[in-house]
């Protein structure tokens, strides 16, 4: 299995680097998820409100960027606070409106992925785009509900590491606690993204490779940008005000490109496995199954 892995990465990244494949949507992925960050929150404020009185904004805020790097996240959280601050709050129209922009940045989602997995989506457009609606709905109360699960999560960790004995304790940390909070958050996306958005169908066994490959490069990618950022990078004598936009663009685009990577390698996958299928049909059982 190696060995093919290893071939399958090689092909990811000569078609990432040619720009053969969904890689050369990555800018506008970066831009459209930039646009639709504040109308997703927005929404979810609608939303939150809708059901209840009780929103702790500065928690929901630090949940959404809790895998960002620190110096990439203040100026975001700065200017999604004080647009949350203004926020009417309610499924009013604008909120509405907020839900179809943010739609937007999962349209351009798809289009790479599709792409990557050298699929052809045949699907027609008001399909497409109600599952983009829906995603956006479906992750909004994800990110809601999970904004529970984060407070009383740690509380329950830390409850169960004081009851241990100290060689077991360090699994207990708020390191750790973090650590789990934001996989919780981030591996279900990734794998939706996976699962719906290509235009045809993947089981979870054509997959899994992809996903835990892009939440690899993306823990990699923050903590390298972050060491970048505070050791090389002058965007602000660069880009004066403009700095903190910069700076998560450029980091949008990297988590974009590894997450089109992350198709491409499963798209590689699945061409090996088709191809072996041909020449030796016996094969198809030790390989990944057909889609």
Not at 49 to 75: N, Q
Not at 82 to 108: I, K, P, W
Not at 171 to 180: G, K, P, Q, S
Not at 233 to 243: C, D, K, M, N, R
């Amino acid at each position: 299995m190696l060995w093919r892995w290893k071939e399958a990465l090689f092909e990811a990244l000569g078609r990432f680097i040619t720009g053969k494949g969904g890689s050369i949507l990555a800018p506008n992925i970066a831009f459209s998820l930039m646009l639709a960050l504040f109308p997703f929150l927005l929404f979810i404020l609608s939303l939150a409100v809708t059901f209840s009185t009780e929103v702790d904004v500065e928690e929901l805020i630090d949940l959404i960027l809790s895998a960002w790097p620190e110096e990439v996240a203040r100026p975001i959280e700065r200017e999604l606070r004080a647009v949350a601050g203004g926020a009417d709050g309610g499924l009013t129209l604008g909120a509405l409106l907020t839900l179809f922009f943010a739609s937007n940045g999962v349209e351009s989602i798809r289009q790479a992925m599709t792409l990557a997995y050298h699929d052809v989506d045949r699907r027609p457009v008001w399909k497409t785009r109600l599952i983009g609606l829906g995603l956006v709905i479906l992750g909004s109360g994800f990110v809601l509900a999970f904004t529970g699960v984060a407070v009383a999560f740690p509380l329950y960790m830390h409850f169960v590491g004081d009851a241990l004995p100290a060689p077991l304790s360090w699994l207990f940390t708020d390191r750790i606690i973090n650590l789990i909070l934001t996989l919780g958050l981030v591996v279900p996306g990734v794998f939706v993204c996976h699962l719906v958005l290509p235009g045809g169908r993947h089981g979870l066994r054509n997959i899994w490779p992809g996903v835990i490959l892009t939440v690899a490069l993306w823990a990699l990618a923050a903590r390298g940008f972050a060491f970048y950022i505070s050791h090389y990078a002058a965007y602000s004598v660069i880009y004066a005000g403009l700095a903190g936009v910069i700076s998560a663009l450029i980091f949008l685009y990297l988590l974009a490109a590894i997450l089109i990577f992350g198709a491409e390698f499963n798209g590689a996958l699945i061409r090996q496995a088709k191809a072996r299928d041909r020449h030796d049909p016996d094969a198809a059982e030790e390989g990944t199954p057909k889609t």
